[in-house]
């Protein structure tokens, strides 16, 4: 999936900035990406591009930002870390990556805790995801110190992060990450290895 011609000259010679997975979100100033309207069960997307933004093509250093709200913890392991990759390929220097996702550590917080079972349970459901339709589920759990050690090992600077208490029971967490420098792709690919085998239980793996 390539980006239409029409939509970067919208820019005006402007930043080009991607926001993946829009939902119902609008955002003006950017190019707003999400899945087709049939795969969504009950929200009803408003985006510029229909498509999987996973088979998006982007010229290297050609990006100023990109964002995804409650989108990245829906991706593999595998999946997210190669994405990662390609978004550092994508972004300039200086660019941004702006992700929010569940808080993990927080919500096992309140999972392990002695709250009532309900609040535990809405917990379980931030985590895990919403399950209405086939992409509506969670596969990966995010927590600050995830996110720092992996973005700082795919050539980002972390330039800020904001743990999101919004009732006591629902916890987020948010992050933006600069693009540091140019980095050969390969040396990007050996960081997400080695990201990917810190979470092996073993050699077998």
């Given at each position: 999936m390539?980006?239409?011609n029409e939509?970067i000259k919208?820019?005006?010679?402007?930043p080009i900035?991607?926001?993946l997975?829009?939902g119902t979100?609008?955002l003006?100033?950017?190019?707003n990406?999400?899945?087709?309207?049939?795969?969504?069960?009950?929200v009803?997307?408003?985006a510029d591009v229909f498509?999987d933004f996973r088979?998006?093509?982007?010229p290297?250093n050609?990006?100023?930002?990109?964002?995804?709200?409650?989108?990245f913890?829906h991706f593999?392991?595998?999946?997210s870390?190669?994405?990662?990759?390609g978004?550092?390929?994508w972004?300039?220097?200086?660019?941004?990556?702006?992700?929010a996702?569940?808080d993990a550590?927080e919500?096992?917080?309140?999972i392990?805790?002695n709250?009532?079972?309900?609040?535990?349970m809405?917990?379980?459901?931030?985590?895990?995801?919403s399950h209405?339709a086939?992409?509506?589920?969670h596969?990966?759990?995010?927590?600050?110190?995830?996110?720092?050690h992996?973005?700082?090992?795919?050539?980002?600077n972390?330039?800020m992060?904001?743990k999101?208490n919004?009732?006591?029971?629902?916890?987020?967490?948010?992050?933006k990450g600069t693009k540091?420098?140019?980095?050969?792709?390969n040396?990007?690919?050996?960081?997400?290895?080695?990201l990917l085998?810190?979470?092996?239980?073993?050699?077998?793996e």
């Amino acid at each position: 999936m390539i980006i239409d011609n029409e939509l970067i000259k919208k820019m005006n010679g402007g930043p080009i900035r991607l926001h993946l997975g829009c939902g119902t979100k609008y955002l003006e100033g950017y190019v707003n990406i999400d899945y087709p309207v049939e795969k969504h069960s009950i929200v009803q997307p408003k985006a510029d591009v229909f498509g999987d933004f996973r088979e998006l093509k982007c010229p290297e250093n050609s990006v100023d930002e990109i964002r995804l709200h409650h989108v990245f913890e829906h991706f593999s392991r595998g999946t997210s870390l190669g994405l990662l990759v390609g978004w550092n390929k994508w972004l300039k220097v200086g660019g941004v990556l702006h992700l929010a996702t569940p808080d993990a550590e927080e919500s096992a917080r309140v999972i392990c805790s002695n709250r009532p079972l309900a609040n535990k349970m809405i917990a379980i459901r931030h985590l895990t995801g919403s399950h209405e339709a086939a992409w509506a589920y969670h596969i990966e759990q995010w927590f600050e110190e995830r996110f720092v050690h992996t973005l700082t090992m795919l050539n980002y600077n972390i330039v800020m992060l904001n743990k999101i208490n919004r009732d006591g029971t629902i916890f987020d967490i948010e992050v933006k990450g600069t693009k540091v420098n140019e980095t050969k792709l390969n040396e990007l690919i050996v960081s997400a290895e080695k990201l990917l085998w810190e979470s092996a239980t073993g050699p077998i793996e």
